[in-house]
Protein backbone atom coordinates (compact mmCIF):
# COMPACT_ATOMS: atom_id res chain seq x y z
CA UNK A 1 0.00 0.00 0.00
CA UNK A 2 0.83 3.45 -0.50
CA UNK A 3 2.86 5.65 2.56
CA UNK A 4 0.30 7.66 4.65
CA UNK A 5 1.37 11.43 4.70
CA UNK A 6 3.11 12.49 7.82
CA UNK A 7 1.62 14.62 10.02
CA UNK A 8 3.23 17.79 8.49
CA UNK A 9 0.94 17.07 5.46
CA UNK A 10 -2.04 17.31 7.36
CA UNK A 11 -0.92 20.82 9.17
CA UNK A 12 -0.55 21.73 5.45
CA UNK A 13 -3.59 20.35 4.30
CA UNK A 14 -5.48 21.96 6.85
CA UNK A 15 -3.61 25.44 6.35
CA UNK A 16 -4.89 25.07 2.48
CA UNK A 17 -8.80 24.42 3.49
CA UNK A 18 -8.30 27.36 5.91
CA UNK A 19 -6.78 29.80 2.62
CA UNK A 20 -9.11 28.46 0.39
CA UNK A 21 -11.79 29.23 2.34
CA UNK A 22 -11.02 32.45 3.25
CA UNK A 23 -10.20 33.23 -0.04
CA UNK A 24 -13.86 32.28 -1.39
CA UNK A 25 -16.05 33.06 1.49
CA UNK A 26 -14.42 36.03 3.61
CA UNK A 27 -12.12 38.34 1.48
CA UNK A 28 -14.98 38.52 -1.28
CA UNK A 29 -17.20 39.74 2.13
CA UNK A 30 -14.63 42.45 2.93
CA UNK A 31 -15.96 44.62 0.57
CA UNK A 32 -19.43 44.96 2.11
CA UNK A 33 -18.00 44.11 5.53
CA UNK A 34 -20.20 46.69 8.35
CA UNK A 35 -16.75 46.31 10.63
CA UNK A 36 -13.63 45.92 8.96
CA UNK A 37 -11.06 44.43 10.89
CA UNK A 38 -8.69 47.02 9.37
CA UNK A 39 -10.13 49.99 11.29
CA UNK A 40 -8.68 48.18 14.38
CA UNK A 41 -11.65 48.63 17.31
CA UNK A 42 -11.66 45.19 18.43
CA UNK A 43 -8.49 43.69 17.09
CA UNK A 44 -4.78 43.87 17.32
CA UNK A 45 -2.29 44.20 14.91
CA UNK A 46 1.20 42.71 15.12
CA UNK A 47 3.99 44.44 13.90
CA UNK A 48 7.52 44.36 12.87
CA UNK A 49 9.65 47.62 12.96
CA UNK A 50 9.89 47.68 8.90
CA UNK A 51 6.24 47.51 8.86
CA UNK A 52 5.30 50.24 11.12
CA UNK A 53 8.14 52.62 9.08
CA UNK A 54 6.60 52.09 5.97
CA UNK A 55 2.80 51.94 6.57
CA UNK A 56 3.53 54.89 9.17
CA UNK A 57 5.98 56.58 7.44
CA UNK A 58 8.14 57.22 10.37
CA UNK A 59 11.37 58.84 9.05
CA UNK A 60 13.47 58.66 12.25
CA UNK A 61 15.44 55.61 13.45
CA UNK A 62 14.27 52.77 15.54
CA UNK A 63 15.52 53.88 19.08
CA UNK A 64 14.15 57.78 18.78
CA UNK A 65 11.09 56.09 17.54
CA UNK A 66 10.94 54.17 20.35
CA UNK A 67 11.88 56.70 22.70
CA UNK A 68 9.12 59.13 21.33
CA UNK A 69 6.84 56.35 22.51
CA UNK A 70 7.97 55.62 25.44
CA UNK A 71 7.33 59.36 26.01
CA UNK A 72 3.77 59.18 24.93
CA UNK A 73 4.69 61.36 22.10
CA UNK A 74 4.31 58.73 19.16
CA UNK A 75 1.14 57.62 17.95
CA UNK A 76 -1.38 56.99 20.34
CA UNK A 77 -2.29 53.53 18.38
CA UNK A 78 1.15 52.06 18.69
CA UNK A 79 2.49 50.41 21.36
CA UNK A 80 5.70 48.65 22.12
CA UNK A 81 6.63 45.50 23.50
CA UNK A 82 8.53 42.12 23.53
CA UNK A 83 10.20 43.63 20.10
CA UNK A 84 7.44 44.15 18.17
CA UNK A 85 5.09 46.47 18.30
CA UNK A 86 1.00 46.45 18.52
CA UNK A 87 -1.30 48.86 16.73
CA UNK A 88 -5.03 49.21 18.39
CA UNK A 89 -8.32 52.02 18.31
CA UNK A 90 -7.58 53.58 15.10
CA UNK A 91 -7.79 52.02 10.92
CA UNK A 92 -4.73 50.76 9.99
CA UNK A 93 -2.70 53.06 7.58
CA UNK A 94 -2.78 50.98 5.08
CA UNK A 95 -6.64 50.76 5.03
CA UNK A 96 -9.00 52.47 2.57
CA UNK A 97 -11.73 53.11 4.22
CA UNK A 98 -13.86 54.26 0.84
CA UNK A 99 -13.08 51.53 -1.02
CA UNK A 100 -13.02 48.94 1.81
CA UNK A 101 -9.52 47.52 0.55
CA UNK A 102 -6.08 47.05 1.87
CA UNK A 103 -3.42 49.59 0.08
CA UNK A 104 -0.72 46.67 0.80
CA UNK A 105 -3.00 43.56 0.13
CA UNK A 106 0.17 41.24 -1.72
CA UNK A 107 2.80 43.30 -0.89
CA UNK A 108 5.72 41.54 1.52
CA UNK A 109 5.25 45.07 4.38
CA UNK A 110 1.45 43.18 4.56
CA UNK A 111 1.28 42.01 8.14
CA UNK A 112 0.97 38.56 8.89
CA UNK A 113 -1.93 38.67 11.14
CA UNK A 114 -3.83 40.12 8.07
CA UNK A 115 -3.54 37.14 6.16
CA UNK A 116 -4.52 34.74 9.00
CA UNK A 117 -7.26 36.73 9.87
CA UNK A 118 -10.44 35.31 10.45
CA UNK A 119 -9.37 31.51 10.00
CA UNK A 120 -5.82 30.39 9.97
CA UNK A 121 -3.97 26.61 10.90
CA UNK A 122 -2.51 25.99 13.79
CA UNK A 123 -0.94 23.08 15.60
CA UNK A 124 -3.08 20.64 13.67
CA UNK A 125 -6.01 22.35 13.99
CA UNK A 126 -7.81 25.34 11.49
CA UNK A 127 -8.84 28.61 14.92
CA UNK A 128 -11.55 30.60 13.50
CA UNK A 129 -12.42 34.07 15.02
CA UNK A 130 -15.77 34.93 15.36
CA UNK A 131 -15.40 38.33 15.63
CA UNK A 132 -15.25 38.91 11.91
CA UNK A 133 -19.17 38.79 10.17
CA UNK A 134 -18.15 36.54 7.31
CA UNK A 135 -17.10 33.53 9.39
CA UNK A 136 -19.49 30.79 8.89
CA UNK A 137 -18.59 27.82 11.02
CA UNK A 138 -20.74 25.57 8.86
CA UNK A 139 -19.32 26.33 5.68
CA UNK A 140 -16.17 26.49 7.42
CA UNK A 141 -16.65 22.74 8.60
CA UNK A 142 -18.01 21.67 5.39
CA UNK A 143 -15.18 22.87 3.26
CA UNK A 144 -12.54 21.26 5.72
CA UNK A 145 -14.64 17.99 5.26
CA UNK A 146 -14.39 18.22 1.32
CA UNK A 147 -10.39 19.12 1.40
CA UNK A 148 -9.73 15.82 4.13
CA UNK A 149 -11.94 13.47 3.06
CA UNK A 150 -14.23 10.91 4.70
CA UNK A 151 -11.53 9.49 7.14
CA UNK A 152 -12.06 12.52 9.45
CA UNK A 153 -14.05 14.32 11.27
CA UNK A 154 -14.48 17.88 12.42
CA UNK A 155 -14.79 18.68 16.19
CA UNK A 156 -15.46 21.99 17.51
CA UNK A 157 -14.44 23.73 20.64
CA UNK A 158 -14.67 26.80 21.92
CA UNK A 159 -11.90 29.23 24.05
CA UNK A 160 -13.41 29.39 27.17
CA UNK A 161 -11.83 32.73 28.10
CA UNK A 162 -12.38 34.08 24.46
CA UNK A 163 -15.51 32.31 23.07
CA UNK A 164 -15.28 34.11 19.85
CA UNK A 165 -11.99 31.84 19.60
CA UNK A 166 -13.04 28.39 17.61
CA UNK A 167 -11.01 25.34 17.28
CA UNK A 168 -11.83 22.88 14.81
CA UNK A 169 -10.38 19.88 15.20
CA UNK A 170 -9.75 16.87 13.06
CA UNK A 171 -10.42 13.19 14.68
CA UNK A 172 -9.52 10.16 12.43
CA UNK A 173 -13.18 8.02 11.97
CA UNK A 174 -12.55 4.62 12.81
CA UNK A 175 -13.43 2.58 9.67
CA UNK A 176 -14.29 -1.34 9.50
CA UNK A 177 -11.17 -3.11 9.97
CA UNK A 178 -9.80 -0.89 12.77
CA UNK A 179 -7.71 1.83 10.25
CA UNK A 180 -8.87 5.08 10.80
CA UNK A 181 -7.51 8.39 9.64
CA UNK A 182 -6.52 7.27 6.28
CA UNK A 183 -4.61 9.72 3.91
CA UNK A 184 -2.90 11.55 6.69
CA UNK A 185 -0.77 10.13 10.34
CA UNK A 186 1.06 11.05 12.73
CA UNK A 187 4.23 10.23 10.96
CA UNK A 188 4.03 6.29 10.95
CA UNK A 189 3.76 4.72 7.54
CA UNK A 190 1.11 2.66 6.75
CA UNK A 191 2.09 -1.52 5.99
Known amino acids: M ?4 SRPSLSEALAAAAAA ?3 AEVIPH ?3 CAKPCCRLDKLVLELEWRQVKVLWRVDESRPAFDRRLAAGGGPAEIRAGN ?3 YAHSKP ?3 YDEAGHACRVYGQAVKPAGCSDFPVYEDGGSVVADLRCE ?11 ARALGPAWRIVRSAD ?3 PFLVTLSVRP ?3 AGGRAGQGYSRGRRQK
Do not use: I, N
Open 2 to 5: SPRL
Open 21 to 23: YQA
Open 30 to 32: CAV
Open 83 to 85: GLY
Open 92 to 94: CPA
Open 134 to 144: AVDLEVLAASM
Open 160 to 162: REF
Open 173 to 175: VAA
